[in-house]
């Protein structure tokens, strides 16, 4: 053997003359490459991100699809008209206003004021359980203790009790869900980060000295967004029912304002005579979630490792 061939150390990239397989030539695959894989082969998962897309689209370019204003174009001459109607193809309501079009614009609205309650209780129950689980002691007991505290009421009444608090303003509404949602975020983060912790590349980051924000944003955070994203896309479909649900029982948005609760809310009194009016936006309701559902098992799935073999 010569010297070039003595220092030659590069691993081969194919196959040997024995038949043995290369270091290099395994494949390489990212965990998040895997867990999109994962994910587009569970086919309920892929028909719910399939059907939250086309809402998604329908509601952001609802003026490319209707002609009408969902709260100024009334015409008391053509109310209660049923789906089908001449320019009208899902009917108009009480106050001859376009359902297709008060739809389109209501979901606007619905997913929003979903998408905003997950987000802003996202952050706020994250925060607290990344606090809560890496610093523990007495500032873990205080957060933890504050946290029964808000789960111990009722989610649906500590709701209608701070919106009564707030007012009736759309953001109002999306701070009184957040403020009930974030315990579930905190619940679920610190249980990750105590499990993270005492893993041993965690505890050399300690050792190496590397500082709190460090370690939290580096090494534990990111090992804990697999199920946090899980939480949050659950936790928008629980936000746009409970929207619904405060509309419904007429704490919602104004009530000229284009949305799937107040829609159920104002054709509750046409059940016998126009039960197309709760139907629709009922429908729409029940989709989105059960969308928003699909796509979170089918996340559940794909960040499980056992789930993925």
């Not at 759309?170 to 912790?197: C, D, E, H, M």
């Not at 007429?250 to 046409?270: C, F, I, N, R, T």
């Not at 197309?276 to 729409?284: E, F, N, Q, V």
């Amino acid at each position: 053997m010569n010297q070039e061939e003595g220092m030659n150390l590069t691993p081969k990239t194919g196959p040997s003359p024995s038949g043995e397989i290369g270091i290099e030539s395994l494949p390489v695959t990212s965990y998040w490459a895997d867990i999109v894989r994962a994910f587009t082969k569970n086919k309920i998962a892929v028909l719910g991100l399939c059907i939250l897309t086309v809402i998604v689209f329908l509601c952001v370019a609802a003026p490319w699809f209707t002609p009408y204003d969902p709260v100024m174009d009334m015409d008391l001459s053509k109310t209660l008209l049923p789906p089908g109607s001449e320019g009208h193809p899902l009917g108009t309501d009480h106050l001859g206003r376009d359902i297709w079009c008060r739809l389109l614009y209501g979901g606007r609205t619905s997913v929003l004021t979903g998408l905003s309650v997950a987000l802003l209780s996202g952050f706020v129950g994250v925060t607290i359980g990344l606090i809560s689980g890496y610093f523990g002691g007495t500032l873990d007991s205080l957060l933890m203790r504050f946290t029964d505290i808000m789960l111990s009421f009722p989610f649906m009444v500590l709701a209608i009790a701070i919106r009564a608090v707030l007012g009736s303003k759309q953001q109002n509404i999306v701070l009184a869900l957040a403020i009930v949602g974030w315990p579930g975020f905190a619940r679920l983060t610190r249980g990750q980060v105590l499990a993270i912790k005492s893993t041993e590349y965690v505890e050399a980051a300690m050792v190496a000295g590397f500082s709190h924000f460090r370690i939290i944003f580096s090494h534990i955070l990111p090992n804990c967004m697999g199920l946090i994203i899980i939480q949050a896309t659950l936790a928008v479909g629980g936000a746009i029912l409970s929207a619904a649900g405060l509309a419904y029982l007429g704490l919602g948005v104004d009530a000229a304002s284009p949305e799937w609760g107040m829609m159920l809310s104002q054709g509750k009194g046409y059940l016998r005579t126009a039960t197309y009016l709760t139907t629709i936006p009922g429908i729409a309701i029940s989709l989105t979630v059960l969308a928003m559902n699909w796509i979170g098992d089918g996340l559940r799935d794909a960040f499980d490792p056992k789930m993925r073999k």
